[in-house]
């Protein structure tokens, strides 16, 4: 090969490569350029996270919803985290993270236990306030707590079967989870409320990990072992649902006088089915909203209130009648 068709080869080479490198650099920038002239950066009051038991639970779901509204209100950037099922140690990095990440401000369920209490503290040494939400814990150093009186609603629940059975009565009870505080509290005020009746009398508790296939396979157990259960009482926001199912396996005849939580919409037909008798009304919307509020305060002061109760009520089969004007 002679030298000038080695010089020819090269310089077509080049010309190659040259062309080659240009195109890529022109695809890049097409594939990977964002325009940034028209984006204009939102801006926050604050950053505040709200830290739930349960990513996709409907009745957390409902918190982040009025904590939203009020955080849209306010131009407060709000970040929802939990996680994918509950767990208290994945909740208390999740709170170790936030705390880390330096937010304005913490709205996330209280645990028991001194990982808990410890974790408050190092946020409010980082002048991080806390504010407890659904689950109190008063030994710790939160700034407040939004939410129902847990043993107040758990007095609710033992009032129904008061006041709408007849003759001796074998309870069992269907709780969210023996280790949380809110399904402690509101099963203390459920015994409180039934001690001095002699004809009620609580047979077991078991669990359902807050899930309704684990209420269904809890009324299942307890249906099985006590077959004299005449009252079936749930804790947390999926027992309800997920004891109509258990009744229905094992004693689809069997009538059992059924007082369930919260009123999620599978709830509300139920009881218009009358397959629940009542359920305990709580308004996690309106304390997602007013937790939001409190911390937006306590970025200026502290609160003279430490303890916001928000509503609890039976609702009754006969109280939805009312709010359709009567239709059934």
Request: hydrophobic share 40%; charged share 25%.
């Amino acid at each position: 090969m002679t030298t000038s068709t080695k010089r020819l080869l090269y310089i077509i080479s080049g010309v190659f490569f040259l062309s080659s490198f240009i195109g890529m650099l022109i695809y890049g920038y097409k594939t990977f350029y964002i325009e940034m002239d028209n984006v204009v950066p939102k801006e926050y009051t604050y950053h505040f996270a709200l830290i739930a038991e349960e990513t996709e639970n409907d009745y957390w779901r409902l918190i982040e919803k009025g904590a939203k509204e009020a955080a849209a209100q306010n131009d407060i950037y709000l970040e929802y985290v939990a996680p994918k099922k509950a767990d208290n140690d994945q909740l208390l990095r999740l709170l170790d993270r936030m705390i880390s990440a330096k937010v304005d401000g913490i709205i996330v369920q209280g645990i028991e236990g001194e990982r808990f209490v410890d974790l408050v503290h190092k946020a409010v040494e980082r002048d991080i306030p806390i504010i407890t939400i659904d689950t109190d814990v008063k030994s710790s150093e939160r700034k407040a707590y939004v939410g129902s009186d847990n043993f107040y609603a758990g007095q609710l629940a033992g009032q129904t079967i008061i006041e709408n059975t007849t003759g001796e009565q074998y309870v069992g009870i269907v709780t969210g989870r023996f280790e949380a505080i809110n399904q402690q509290e509101r099963i203390a005020g459920f015994k409180q409320a039934v001690e001095s009746n002699s004809r009620i009398h609580i047979v077991d508790i078991q669990e359902s990990d807050i899930t309704e296939i684990g209420a269904t396979q809890a009324t299942y157990s307890l249906l099985k072992e006590y077959p004299q259960i005449t009252a079936l009482v749930g804790t947390s926001s999926l027992d309800g649902i997920g004891m109509v199912e258990g009744l229905h396996e094992i004693a689809p005849n069997k009538e059992i006088y059924i007082t369930a939580f919260d009123v999620l919409p599978e709830t509300l037909a139920l009881i218009r089915d009358n397959k629940i008798d009542a359920t305990i009304e709580q308004y996690p919307e309106e304390m997602g909203f007013e937790s939001v509020n409190v911390m937006i305060s306590l970025q200026k002061q502290e609160v003279l209130e430490n303890q916001i109760f928000t509503s609890s009520k039976i609702v009754e089969r006969k109280d939805l009648q009312r709010a359709n004007g009567g239709m059934q």
